[in-house]
C-alpha cells in the first residue's frame, strides 16, 4: 500500500510554493518556515540580492547545520558506545569483585576452622604436657628419696665395714638391699630423663 501524499502550500521568502510528501502537514510547513526563516536572516545580514543567490546561500548554511548536527551526533554516538564500553567493563569489574568476596569468605570460614583445630590440639597438648611436669617433678622427688636411702645405706655399709661384719648375713641383706635401690634409682634417673626430654619437646609445640 503506497504512502499517502500530503500537498502544502507554503510561503517562503514573499513566494508560494506547493510541497507534497508523506510527512504530515505541519511537518512540512516547519520545514518551510525554517527554510524562509534562514533566507531572511540572510537577506538582511547581506543586503538584499537576487532570489537564486539567496536560495544557494540558505541551501550552504542548512547544509552546513546538517553537517554540524551529523557530527555531533556521530560525536555522542562514540560517547555512548564507550559509556555502554565502561558499564560493561564496571559490571564485569562487579562481578569478578563479588566473587573475590565470596571466595575471601569461603577462605576466612575455613581458615578459621583450621584455627580452631588447631587451638584444640594445642589445648591437649598442654593439658599433656602439664602432666608430665607433675610426672617429672614426682621423679624428682622419688630421686631425692632414692639418693638420701642410698647415702643412708652408704653409711650403714660404712658402719658395717668398720665394725668388721662384712661375713655376717645383715651385712650382706644390707648390700643387697643398697644394689636394688642403686638399681632402682638408675632406672629412675633413665625415666626421667626420658620425660624431661618429652617435656623439652611438648614446650617448644605449646610454645
Do not use: C
Not at 512540512?28 to 543567490?53: C, F, T
Not at 584455627?115 to 608430665?132: F, H, R, T, V
Amino acid at each position: 500500500m503506497a504512502d499517502n501524499i500530503n500537498k502544502v502550500s507554503v510561503r517562503i521568502h514573499g513566494q508560494e510554493y506547493t510541497i507534497s510528501g508523506t510527512k504530515s502537514r505541519e511537518y512540512i510547513i516547519k520545514v518551510a518556515d525554517h527554510v524562509d526563516r534562514i533566507m531572511r536572516e540572510i537577506s538582511a545580514g547581506i543586503g538584499g540580492g537576487p532570489l537564486s543567490q539567496l536560495a544557494v546561500l540558505s541551501a550552504v548554511n542548512i547544509t552546513d547545520d546538517y553537517f554540524t548536527y551529523m557530527d555531533s551526533q556521530k560525536s555522542r554516538d562514540q560517547e555512548k558506545a564507550e559509556l555502554e564500553n565502561n558499564i560493561e567493563r564496571y559490571k564485569q569489574l562487579w562481578e569478578e569483585a563479588k566473587q573475590n568476596f565470596l571466595n575471601y569468605k569461603e577462605d576466612a570460614k575455613v581458615t578459621n576452622e583450621q584455627k580452631e583445630g588447631l587451638q584444640i590440639k594445642l589445648n591437649a597438648k598442654s593439658i599433656e604436657y602439664d602432666n608430665l611436669l607433675k610426672a617429672a617433678a614426682a621423679k624428682d622427688e622419688k630421686i631425692v628419696a632414692l639418693e638420701t636411702k642410698i647415702e643412708d645405706l652408704s653409711k650403714r655399709i660404712q658402719y658395717r665395714e668398720d665394725e668388721e661384719l662384712n661375713s655376717s648375713e645383715a651385712f650382706k641383706d644390707l648390700e643387697d638391699k643398697y644394689k636394688e635401690i642403686e638399681g632402682s634409682y638408675f632406672e629412675l634417673q633413665m625415666e626421667n630423663i626420658k620425660v624431661k626430654g618429652e617435656l623439652e619437646r611438648y614446650k617448644k609445640i605449646v610454645d
